[in-house]
């Protein structure tokens, strides 16, 4: 009786080894189709604990698979000239760029012209702005225009530049900054791919940074649009230094040190919490 019960536990160890490590083996293939997961999703999906998929995802980041974040995992940080997809960026950081983008919707009045850079934090904002009366918009960037042509408001104008697009479903290259280059506008919101105090706002895209400079130069205030995960980040191309802009909009996560930095550098510093 005593060896049928060591026998029955120990088969029973092997078999939860072995679910742990199929459910790891698939948590890993969605990484890297999709660039990203979420603990609570993952816990629904396969029936267990928060604490187990945690335990999931501790293991794979201890072996170099993933990188651990709040609240799930995205894949390992790449090269200054990687370029993440559109999809795989807005499964990371949901609750602080809702709340940015919250903050940022209060700046954009009725009649107001403006632009919206690429980005997963400025389509957030796009579906903030759908209901503002009388709004011009001019983006190169495919998501956020697709905000407001599936909202329809009539009275509102959307602006599409042409060129070529980009893993971030940005349109970019010489079509898009002559045709940026011709407008005047009120307000830029300008999502980034990384900050730091040597290389500014930066992108992994060298003609993004180009069609962003050409929003910049066609606007007569700049709002960037960050969380705290962005800072330290650099990417291959400068697109201005972090004083030229004039708020700076990021979360509660943004380390001290930053926060004193970047308040004795840009004319306004919004923090907000997260969602």
């Given at each position: 009786?005593?060896?049928?019960?060591?026998?029955s536990?120990?088969?029973?160890?092997?078999?939860?080894?072995?679910?742990?490590?199929?459910r790891?083996?698939?948590?890993?293939?969605?990484?890297?189709?999709?660039?990203?997961?979420?603990?609570?999703?993952?816990?629904?999906?396969?029936?267990?604990?928060d604490?187990t998929?945690?335990r999931?995802?501790?293991?794979?980041?201890?072996?170099?698979l993933?990188?651990?974040?709040?609240?799930?995992?995205?894949?390992?940080?790449?090269?200054?000239?990687?370029e993440?997809?559109?999809a795989?960026?807005?499964?990371?950081?949901?609750?602080?760029k809702?709340a940015?983008?919250?903050?940022?919707?209060?700046?954009v009045?009725?009649?107001?012209?403006i632009?919206?850079?690429?980005?997963?934090?400025?389509?957030?904002?796009?579906?903030?702005?759908?209901d503002?009366?009388?709004?011009?918009?001019?983006?190169?960037?495919?998501p956020?225009?697709?905000?407001?042509?599936?909202?329809?408001?009539?009275?509102?104008?959307?602006?599409?530049t042409?060129?070529t697009?980009?893993?971030?479903d940005?349109?970019?290259g010489?079509v898009a900054?002559?045709a940026?280059?011709?407008?005047?506008l009120?307000?830029?919101f300008?999502?980034?791919?990384?900050?730091?105090?040597?290389?500014?706002?930066?992108?992994?895209?060298?003609m993004?940074?180009?069609?962003?400079?050409?929003?910049?130069?066609?606007?007569?205030?700049l709002?960037?649009l960050?969380?705290?995960?962005?800072?330290?980040?650099v990417?291959?191309?400068?697109i201005?230094?972090?004083?030229r802009a004039d708020?700076?909009?990021?979360?509660?996560?943004?380390?001290?040190?930053?926060?004193?930095?970047?308040s004795?550098?840009v004319?306004?510093?919004?923090?907000v919490?997260?969602?």
């Amino acid at each position: 009786m005593f060896e049928c019960v060591r026998i029955s536990a120990v088969t029973a160890e092997g078999a939860l080894l072995m679910l742990a490590q199929q459910r790891q083996s698939a948590i890993l293939d969605r990484v890297r189709a999709t660039g990203g997961v979420r603990v609570s999703e993952l816990a629904t999906e396969y029936g267990v604990s928060d604490m187990t998929i945690r335990r999931d995802l501790e293991a794979l980041a201890d072996r170099g698979l993933l990188a651990k974040v709040h609240g799930g995992a995205t894949t390992v940080s790449p090269g200054s000239a990687h370029e993440p997809g559109f999809a795989a960026k807005s499964v990371r950081q949901r609750g602080e760029k809702t709340a940015i983008a919250m903050r940022a919707a209060a700046l954009v009045s009725p009649g107001d012209a403006i632009a919206l850079s690429a980005g997963t934090t400025t389509a957030e904002l796009a579906q903030r702005l759908v209901d503002v009366p009388s709004l011009t918009v001019v983006t190169n960037s495919i998501p956020v225009a697709d905000v407001f042509y599936r909202a329809g408001r009539p009275d509102q104008t959307v602006v599409l530049t042409g060129g070529t697009r980009t893993p971030s479903d940005a349109l970019v290259g010489p079509v898009a900054v002559a045709a940026i280059a011709s407008l005047h506008l009120d307000l830029l919101f300008l999502g980034v791919h990384g900050m730091s105090e040597r290389a500014g706002y930066t992108t992994p895209n060298l003609m993004e940074a180009d069609a962003d400079r050409a929003l910049v130069e066609a606007s007569e205030r700049l709002v960037v649009l960050a969380d705290h995960t962005k800072w330290g980040t650099v990417g291959i191309s400068s697109i201005v230094p972090l004083e030229r802009a004039d708020v700076l909009i990021t979360d509660s996560g943004l380390d001290e040190d930053a926060r004193a930095l970047l308040s004795e550098t840009v004319p306004e510093l919004v923090v907000v919490n997260p969602q």
